[in-house]
């Protein structure tokens, strides 16, 4: 949640599992989604979000693959995934996001992306990428030029 201060907008929570990410973030005033794939995290989301009161404008749980999944809507992304997915989240994520968007990853960082700042350390350490610097930074079209 550090690495999200001062930002607003949209939040996608790419493998949101219980959804206690998407709950801070929706409390810190976000509009998220929490992307699952396994069914049973999702009902357990979606009954806590009840339970909790928490409005689906703010808080909303799906099961859904983000990978087939246009994120070009979020502004925020965060990440929990093994480290052998990143460099192909990271594609996609630069095909996808706006220039203003940020990209959170957690205890695994983007193979070739220079960081904006990290938090943490070691199993709890988290990575901060503002996807503007980050193409800037690899040579790529920004995304305002690609639409």
């Not at 990209?103 to 220079?114: E, G, L």
């Amino acid at each position: 949640m550090k690495q999200l201060e001062g930002r607003t907008g949209r939040l996608a929570d790419l493998g949101s599992g219980d959804g206690r990410l998407v709950f801070a973030a929706s409390a810190a005033g976000l509009q998220c989604t929490g992307f699952e794939i396994n069914s049973i995290l999702v009902a357990y989301a979606r009954s806590k979000a009840r339970w909790k009161g928490v409005p689906s404008s703010q808080a909303t749980f799906v099961k859904k693959d983000f990978w087939k999944t246009d994120l070009s809507t979020y502004n925020n992304v965060t990440a929990f995934l093994a480290p052998g997915v990143m460099d192909l989240l990271g594609e996609k994520l630069l095909k996808e996001l706006p220039d203003d968007a940020r990209v959170i990853a957690c205890r695994f960082s983007f193979p070739n992306w220079t960081q904006h700042s990290s938090v943490g350390s070691g199993l709890d350490q988290t990575f901060a990428y503002d996807i503007s610097s980050v193409r800037s930074r690899l040579g790529n079209v920004p995304y305002s030029v690609m639409q």
